[in-house]
């Protein structure tokens, strides 16, 4: 059936460029992907695919029942884009002002519906069932993921697969790693209330650019003196806003920023340890201030055993030349949401642009990737999908009879 299956795919190559580039000349932001749920209805409506809507909101939960028994597989894919203006120039670019695919979520979609598609036709011969997860609003917290399970995405599953295009990842490359591989990702941010007053006359005021400033620095301190150094960790600013004329001393100033973590008790420290800088740092400055910590995804943490089983599925695969273990990625994912209910493993597919010698960052305005890597993704996902009820009934086989 595999051989047949990635048959199918290699023949409908082509048909996955053209949905690729269809979504992403009409990119949708988190939480207002309507036109782009309803093309992934109509595709599996137009098949007779049996499917759900608005699961969690905007999710569409598609399933094929195979004729023969086995375990339930979920594959996911999220198919958001992102507030940036399109830069690329090429015939499929954004055609929304302002908002882009600039992380590869079309290619995620295009990749799953053909899979859809082609297991839909070998269905007769497909042992057990496969759900497809395309979810919304993956870039923005609280994210669609787990929306969609507790509106029962994940009812009756018992393991899930996904994989990200990596532009910076040459294309034949499968990374992937067993435990942690992506961050937790929180924000905070944090508002100085000091005394403004006349530029000419500082020692009349509690000046919050210079409480905010010495806080920016001192929140770094936490990284680099109170966190365990074997446990990664990041605090990063990201807004300082102190808006006046050239003239006055700020009365206040605004922090906002991100922590990354993979650790739950290093996360709760850092979470405890920015208000004691911030307390500390303005009570040095005659200030106050308000506190806010906002808990994003968790961090993703792929199951042993399913992760091993990839790796040997993936080097299987004719067109992946290398399946290499991956650092962690300090990037969050609520594909970790998934993780945490059922067992399975999140992996990267190498897709960097031919001809370049460094590919645009994900998240950058001229972003884009190899659309070659859609077909290397359908097929390893395929092979992980197909292979995995052998796979579960070899390990009750005893050992003296493999």
């Known amino acids: 059936m595999l051989n047949k299956l990635n048959q199918l795919l290699e023949n409908r190559y082509d048909e996955m460029v053209e949905i690729r580039r269809y979504l992403h000349q009409f990119p949708e932001v988190s939480f207002k992907e309507f036109h782009t749920a309803a093309y992934i209805e109509d595709f599996y409506k137009k098949l007779g695919i049996a499917h759900q809507t608005h ?89 669609g993921a787990i929306a969609m399970i507790n509106d029962s995405c994940l009812s009756g599953v018992d393991v899930i697969f996904g994989t990200h295009l990596w532009a910076g990842v040459e294309l034949g490359t499968i990374q992937y790693r067993v435990g942690p591989v992506m961050a937790a990702a929180d924000r905070f941010s944090i508002k100085v209330q000091g005394s403004g007053g006349h ?52 009365d206040s100033a605004y922090l906002e920023g991100t922590v990354r973590t993979f650790n739950d008790e290093v996360r709760d ?87 370049v010698e460094v590919a645009f960052p994900h998240h950058h305005p001229k972003f884009d990737i190899n659309e070659k890597a859609l077909l290397i993704a359908a097929k390893t996902l395929g092979a992980a999908t197909v292979l995995y009820h052998q796979h579960e009934q070899n390990k009750l086989v005893p050992s003296h009879q493999s």
């Open 55 to 143: 699961v969690g909101g905007n999710g569409v939960v598609a399933k094929i029942a195979g004729a023969r028994p086995g375990k339930t597989v979920a594959l996911r894919a999220d198919f958001d884009a992102l507030p940036i203006q399109d830069e690329k120039d090429v015939e499929y670019k954004s055609k929304v002002p302002g908002v882009m695919h600039a992380c590869g979520h079309d290619g995620h979609t295009a990749t799953l519906l053909v899979l859809a598609k082609c297991l839909n036709e070998l269905k007769e011969e497909l042992e057990g069932n496969v759900v497809f997860i395309h979810q919304h609003a993956e870039e923005y917290a609280p994210g």
């Open 199 to 250: 530029g000419a006359q500082p020692h009349k005021t509690k000046d919050a650019v210079v409480t905010a400033s010495q806080l920016v620095l001192n929140l770094q301190q936490i990284i680099s003196r109170r966190v365990n150094p074997v446990d990664p960790a990041v605090i990063s600013v990201g807004t300082f806003k102190a808006e006046n004329a050239f003239n006055i001393i700020a």
């Open 269 to 355: 420290q850092i979470e405890a340890e920015i208000d004691v800088v911030a307390s500390s740092t303005c009570a040095l400055n005659g200030s106050t201030y308000e506190y806010k910590f906002d808990r994003g995804y968790p961090a993703v943490v792929n199951h042993k055993e399913e992760t091993e089983y990839l790796v040997d599925v993936a080097s299987s695969i004719k067109e992946v030349k290398a399946v290499e273990e991956t650092p962690p990625h300090m990037g969050g994912e609520d594909f970790a949401y998934y993780l945490r209910h059922v067992k399975g493993t999140f992996f990267f597919t190498g897709a960097k642009p031919e001809g």
